[in-house]
């Protein structure tokens, strides 16, 4: 049987009419959806300056001391300490960091400080950020920054390390804890 026939389901004519109707509706429904979008959000064409639906609420000289100081804390007794009794005091329990390409949590980060212990002889790491961003959204802190590590054995500088970095910090019952880092380590020689 062929579309033609008087006993088929669709004409030639029929066929096409449908495929037509088809794609005007099709088109008008990304035309919808695109307009519905753009109204929602409201007109963001001049707001490339900051985020188009989530405000940014002043933050004050205490909140800003506070972020540098659980960033700073973390990197001199979690990373350069090596003090896995310490996670808690900076991270959140459901912490995690994109670190590099992987996800850690607070049980990787502990496992790490292990292997690093059980090698011995650990250079002294001495930590330097320059910051980038602080802001608060609603409740919550995000700050990025340039992270510098230098490490030392003895008084002999034997590597530096450099990463861009940045962390979402939230208020919790026991304080502020990060919630959350971002780490991308940078070619030594890229840095500022």
Known sequence: MSITSPKGTFGIASFLILCL????YYAYDRTTAYDNLKESYGNTENKTNGPASIPVNDISSEETKIAKDLIQGSFDDLWGGMDSTKILDYHTDDYYILEHGEVWDNARVSLFMKERLAQGNLPKRVNRMEYHTIEKYGEAINIAYDNYGDFYQGDSLVWEGYWL????IIPTEAGWRIRSMHS???PIEEKK
């Not at 109707?21 to 005007?24: F, N, W």
């Not at 970095?165 to 979402?168: L, N, Q, T, Y």
């Open 165 to 168: 970095e940045s962390a979402f």
């Open 184 to 186: 991308t380590r940078i």
């Open 21 to 24: 109707i088809g794609s005007l």
